[in-house]
């Protein structure tokens, strides 16, 4: 006993050694599982979040196939969109809308005549051609080229192109023209090595139309095409290793066309959801089944502010009762903007109630009258029209022919130009008049009524620039075709100012010309400013850091795109330098 209790004496110091070990050991644990849960609480606060390399964005695109990806033939909207993607502008504009260098810097003479760009060197094209002075000139010269037929030649009629050295251009022009600049952003460069030799005739049916070349953030890495029908099914793009910017963080991105909504619908791609998808101007009646949960995790929609107006021209030269300016006034003050923006177009609009974009048009307005609390217009003196009277049925009726007034629309076929104009056959009816919708097709429209001008009620739009150039929609000479000033002005103070705003001047005064503008073409009544409808893009939440509050036009949502991520990653942030 003596001996075991000697033995254990010897071993308590072992013991409480052990222990002490132990509970050291045990704190450590206790240490460590309190970190482990505390870490996702630090890190929201300690780290910062910030992009990284990778990632896939399906961008759905519904209709026409891209035919041109072409700088000077791209026609579509399916064409333009892929631009930005393909090739690099000379400017761009920012996403507060301001035109900023891009591939050059610019400079512009005193006399407003002269407009120097300085290229950036190292930039180049997929088939490691440097994008030089060259470039431009050849891209230029080819718009120039009427057997071409671009779109864009009447941009650059009269302008001089010269190279003063591999990287300088100068151009000049005919006339001071202040929004020129406006035409160089929209300016992608062509590569001129591969296009060489390449005869005007054959260009329209050359692959580089269809497989491009270009010097931008993506490359096409593959052609999916319908292996019935051989329609493009779908553009497969790669990062350029090589793009002059920072290396754009999305690695992929594919473009997928459908014929309609319902083909899309039908898709594996629609039901998807681990997908990053995005859908450009979704049709806004489909709204909820294309945003549904079916579709994604959880989306995003941007209602982006652009410079397109719609509205109603009225056919003054056509129908004699519409050269009334009287009617024509009852007529502009009979519409509830209001009910087509917030119920027609559920909220997908602002009303408008002047010519010039919302984003430029703060405070303007026509001066004679007032916005009413449904959204049209009330004149500040009582309505009267001296040559029409209502008959006991409600009727208007013209004095000098005993007849009913009666009116045709015309608008473009979809569910909404279709409503709009059923909306606007519901407020003229209350005011005696009867009307009948017609529906076309936008090149039947075109070349069958407003070319000759053989409209009564036209409900149509137009789209300018951020800063805009009304001359060709509202300048006498324009009236007839192949001219575009539908409605009919001819005003000699409205032709000066048109002329006048195409010059340099301080921002005061060329709000002030703009107003006067815009109260001359109103007081008119040929044309009347319905709404001006957002541009929605339809996205994955997951797509992260797209910033565009407003776009010149919808192709523009690309022009950061070297800023978007899918991927990211959290680290803790650097250290201050003060």
Do not use: C
């Amino acid at each position: 006993m003596k001996v075991l209790l000697k033995e254990g004496a010897k071993l308590l110091p072992l013991i409480k050694k052990i222990i002490k070990r132990e509970k050291k050991l045990l704190r450590w644990v206790l240490l460590f599982l309190i970190l482990l849960i505390a870490l996702p609480f630090l890190s929201d606060r300690f780290l910062i979040e910030v992009p990284t390399y990778g990632g896939e964005i399906n961008e759905i695109k519904i209709g026409k196939r891209p035919q041109f990806i072409n700088p000077i033939l791209a026609v579509s909207q399916s064409d333009r969109d892929l631009l930005p993607l393909i090739y690099t502008p000379l400017l761009e504009r920012n996403s507060e809308g301001l035109i900023v260098p891009a591939a050059a810097s610019l400079e512009i003479s005193k006399d407003q005549k002269e407009y120097f760009l300085d290229l950036i060197p190292g930039i180049y094209f997929s088939n490691d051609e440097e994008l030089k002075a060259d470039d431009i000139i050849f891209t230029i010269e080819k718009i120039q080229d009427p057997s071409l037929n671009s779109p864009y030649y009447s941009n650059w009629l009269d302008v001089k192109v010269e190279k003063i050295n591999d990287y300088k251009v100068k151009i000049t022009l005919p006339e001071e023209y202040e929004q020129f600049k406006n035409i160089l952003t929209n300016l992608y460069i062509m590569p001129r090595s591969a296009w060489t030799g390449i005869q005007p005739s054959e260009f329209p049916y050359n692959s580089l139309n269809i497989h491009p070349i270009g010097s931008g953030p993506y490359v096409i890495s593959k052609i999916v095409r319908d292996p019935n029908s051989a329609k493009i099914r779908k553009y497969e793009l790669v990062k350029n290793e090589n793009y002059y910017k920072d290396k754009v963080f999305i690695d992929n991105l594919n473009i997928y066309f459908f014929d309609n909504y319902e083909k899309y619908q039908k898709s594996l791609l629609f039901s998807d959801r681990k997908s990053l998808k995005a859908i450009s101007a979704p049709d806004i009646y489909k709204m909820g089944e294309l945003g549904s949960e079916k579709s994604f995790l959880e989306k995003k929609i941007y209602k982006i502010k652009n410079p397109k107006v719609f509205g109603i021209f009225l056919g003054k030269n056509y129908n004699k009762n519409l050269s009334d300016i009287s009617l024509r006034e009852v007529i502009a003050h009979s519409i509830d903007r209001k009910k087509i923006v917030n119920e027609v177009l559920r909220g997908y609009a602002q009303e408008a109630d002047n010519i010039f974009p919302i984003i430029l048009s703060e405070g303007i307005n026509n001066g004679e009258s007032e916005v009413d609390e449904k959204g049209g217009k009330n004149r500040k003196k009582e309505e009267k029209l001296k040559n029409y009277f209502l008959d006991d049925g409600g009727y208007l009726i013209n004095q000098r022919t005993k007849k009913a007034v009666s009116l045709k629309i015309a608008t473009l076929k979809g569910e909404e130009f279709e409503k709009v104009a059923q909306e606007i056959q519901s407020d003229l009816r209350k005011i005696g008049i009867n009307t009948e919708i017609t529906l076309y097709e936008e090149g039947d429209l075109i070349n069958n009524l407003i070319r000759g001008r053989e409209f009564e009620i036209l409900i149509y739009g137009y789209q300018v620039d951020l800063d805009p150039d009304f001359y060709y929609l509202f300048h006498s000479s324009q009236v007839s075709d192949p001219g575009i000033n539908i409605a009919g002005i001819n005003d000699k103070k409205v032709d000066e100012l048109l002329l006048e705003l195409r010059k340099k001047m301080e921002d005061e005064e060329r709000l002030e010309k703009m107003k006067k503008l815009n109260d001359l073409i109103l007081k008119d009544y040929s044309f009347i400013p319905l709404y001006q409808p957002d541009y929605i893009y339809l996205t994955d939440a997951r797509i992260r850091n797209f910033q565009r509050e407003l776009v010149n036009s919808p192709e523009e949502r690309f022009v950061d795109i070297d800023k978007w991520y899918t991927e990211s990653k959290k680290i803790l942030p650097p250290l201050s330098s003060d």
